[in-house]
Nanobody
Framework: VQLQASGGGLVQAGGSLRLSCAAS????????MGWFRQAPGKEREFVAG????????YYGDSVKGRFTISRDGAKNTLYLQMNSLKPEDTAVYYC??????????????????WGQGTQVTVSS
């Protein structure tokens, strides 16, 4: 599967952005999907994950209650709705796909496919 992330940009603190990740092919529903982010000088961090059906979602502690992950099987697209953004949310955001597990892992190495990343910058 090929992944193409988009929707990043510059936003003021307290604002919102919605990221999208378009997946190629007809097998989107076979993948556990996740969002990760990486700020300069920091390790890649788990943001959110979602099950194949979309019925189960998982979030990193730093984004719980502010971000929402979802997927649209008809459009082969993964989303990340980000509200109440903070300057510490500034990072490159990546979408990722895992064909193997039955849950959304928080470990980046367990995802086989990655999008190219989209920059999110939150100004104070």
């Amino acid at each position: 599967v090929q992944l193409q992330a988009s929707g990043g940009g510059l936003v003021q603190a307290g604002g919102s952005l919605r990221l999208s990740c378009a997946a190629s092919g007809r097998t989107f529903s076979r993948y556990i999907m996740g969002w990760f982010r990486q700020a300069p000088g920091k390790e890649r961090e788990f943001v959110a994950g979602i099950s194949r059906s979309g019925g189960s979602t998982y979030y990193g502690d730093s984004v719980k209650g502010r971000f929402t992950i979802s997927r649209d099987g008809a459009k082969n697209t993964l989303y990340l709705q980000m509200n109440s953004l903070k300057p510490e949310d500034t990072a490159v955001y990546y979408c990722a796909a895992d064909p193997s597990r039955n849950y959304a892992s928080s470990w980046a190495y367990e995802y086989d496919y990655w999008g190219q990343g989209t920059q999110v910058t939150v100004s104070s």
